[in-house]
Nanobody, 124 residues
């Protein structure tokens, strides 16, 4: 059974940092792109960041560019999201996902496995 399990969420003050992790099990994802999405209360799910299978190509939403960094460790079947300079508007449930391609994608339709999400709350 394929599973993606996120961890590392929590409550942080504005300007603080968090590091999210997403561990995959059930199959290797070393040949697929991986991504992070988020859903804020009352809003639709939105793209945050994605990384290619080898980690050399990344893509970010404009709202997080320069503050967030995505990385992966294929030996551990894990993808990370380092979030710095957090803002209250970053408050959301964050989901990791595994793509159907080996390149980073901004589109949810190109992901076929999803985690259950981890809550990130940024207080002002």
């Amino acid at each position: 059974q394929v599973q993606l399990v996120e961890s590392g969420g929590g409550l942080v003050q504005a300007g603080g940092s968090l590091r999210l992790s997403c561990a995959a099990s059930g199959r290797t994802f070393s040949n697929t792109g991986l991504g992070w999405f988020r859903r804020a209360p009352g809003k639709e799910r939105e793209f945050v960041a994605a990384i290619s299978w080898g980690g050399r190509i990344t893509s970010y939403a404009d709202s997080v560019k320069g503050r967030f960094a995505i990385s992966r460790d294929n030996a551990k079947n894990t993808v990370y999201l380092q979030m710095n300079s957090l803002k209250p508007e970053d408050t959301a449930v964050y989901y990791c996902a595994a793509a159907t391609t080996n390149l980073p994608s901004r589109y949810p339709r190109e992901y076929d496995y999803w985690g259950q999400g981890t809550q990130v709350t940024v207080s002002s």
